[in-house]
Every structure is written in C-alpha cells, then in structure tokens.
C-alpha cells in the first residue's frame, strides 16, 4: 500500500527495497560484461603483442636465409636444429673503408669486405671471406651474433644478444640445399603464436653452388 503524506503518494519501503534490489542486478550484470570485455581486450592485446614480435623476428631470419650463399646449420639433412647459421650478405650500416658506423649506411653491403661490388669472392689473399650470422635457442631465449663490421679484423663477431624472449619453440629443418623451414613459437601466459615459414635462398643453386657474382642490392640498415 502506497503511503500518503499531505495528499501526495509515495513508495512503500517494500516497494523500494524491490527497486534497489533490481538496479542492483542490472548494476552486476553489467560489471561482469564489462569486466569480462576488459579481459578478452588484454588478451587480444597481449596476444597481438606476441604476434607482433615473433613477426618481426621470423621476417629477420627470413631476409637472412634468402640472401645468403651459405647455410651452415642446419646441416643437410637436418632437422629440429635449435641453431640457424647463414652467411649474411644483407647488412649496410657500416663504412667499409674506416669500419665507422654510419646511419645510413655507406651504399656498399658490410660483407663486401673489398669494395669490389662482389661479395663473397675468394682469391688468395681472402680479402672477402664468408661471414655468418646466428640464431640459437638458449634456456627459452632466442640469442644471435653476427660479423663485427666495427673492425678491420675479417673475422672478428658481436658477442651473443638477446632477440627475442618466451620462446618454447625454435626448429629449422634443412628440406634441400637451398630450402630451409623455420618454425618459431611464443608463449606467454595463457598466450601462444606459432609462425612456420619455408625459405629458399637466392643465391645458392639447388646443387650447393652459389652464385658468387651476384650482389643483391643494398636494403634499408639494419643494427644488431
């Protein structure tokens, strides 16, 4: 029964008891579907995160693998190898002439070590020999080291560094002499991306031969 106080009507307590009562539910559905919106948006992002990463990583490897004329590891035949070793012939952040670093790089690829505009091409003084860059998957961290272009001396390399973190998986498969299948995945959490590319190389014909004169152009600098 509604009350009356001066000839005007209002709620019984009963009656307001059972409006709180169902604000109150509206108000928790509504928290749960937002906070359960919060949760799926921090895990879209985290996961976006991881993606984001193991693609920039993958696509390093990838740039490596196409423009080498040498695959070390894996070996041919080999397969789930935790190492992936390949002569670099990609990098230009470095003046060849006085080993400086330079932005944007001097136009002429590091690996041409005698400025010959060959890279890769032996004689008998080895004034341009193989240089290789290396990933290794250690204790669940992706490291990598690659040649010192910041000296004179043809076979110094850059200690170990740490590329990429919350790596359970990091196989190369050698499929042929100039095929090689990458498969990298990260996890973090309850969040996991897996990449898998298969990458041939430009400059090693399938019968192990490379193509010692060709040197591919120059690409944006890359630093280690």
């Known amino acids: 029964m509604r009350s009356q106080l001066g000839g005007k009507t209002g709620l019984t307590l009963f009656e307001l008891l059972v409006s709180l009562a169902v604000v109150a539910l509206i108000m928790g559905g509504l928290h749960q579907i937002l906070t ?3 949760a799926g948006y921090e895990d879209t992002k985290h996961k976006q995160r991881l993606l984001d ?6 696509g390093r490897m990838v740039l490596f693998v196409q423009e080498t004329d040498s695959i070390l590891r894996p070996a041919q035949g080999e397969t789930d190898s935790t190492v992936l070793k390949v002569s670099e012939r990609v990098l230009d952040t470095y003046d060849n002439a006085t080993h400086s670093y330079v932005v944007d790089g001097d136009g002429i690829p590091d690996a041409d070590n005698d400025c010959d505009g060959v890279i ?27 040649p010192d272009y910041g000296t004179a001396d043809l076979y110094d390399v850059t200690p170990y560094r740490t590329l990429c973190e919350n790596v359970t998986v990091f196989q190369c498969d050698r499929l042929a002499e100039n095929l090689v299948e990458i ?10 991306v897996t990449l898998r590319s298969r990458v041939y190389s ?3 014909l399938g019968g ?8 591919p152009p120059a690409p944006n600098p890359m630093t280690w």
């Open 36 to 38: 359960a919106s919060f």
């Open 53 to 58: 990463t193991a693609g920039l990583v993958m």
């Open 120 to 146: 890769n091409d032996y004689d008998a003084a080895e004034l341009d020999p193989r240089e290789y860059v290396e990933f290794k998957l250690e204790g669940g961290i992706l490291h990598t080291r690659g």
């Open 183 to 192: 498969r990298l995945t990260l996890t973090r959490g309850d969040n996991e």
């Open 202 to 204: 430009r400059n090693m």
């Open 208 to 215: 192990g031969q490379s193509l010692m004169d060709h040197t």
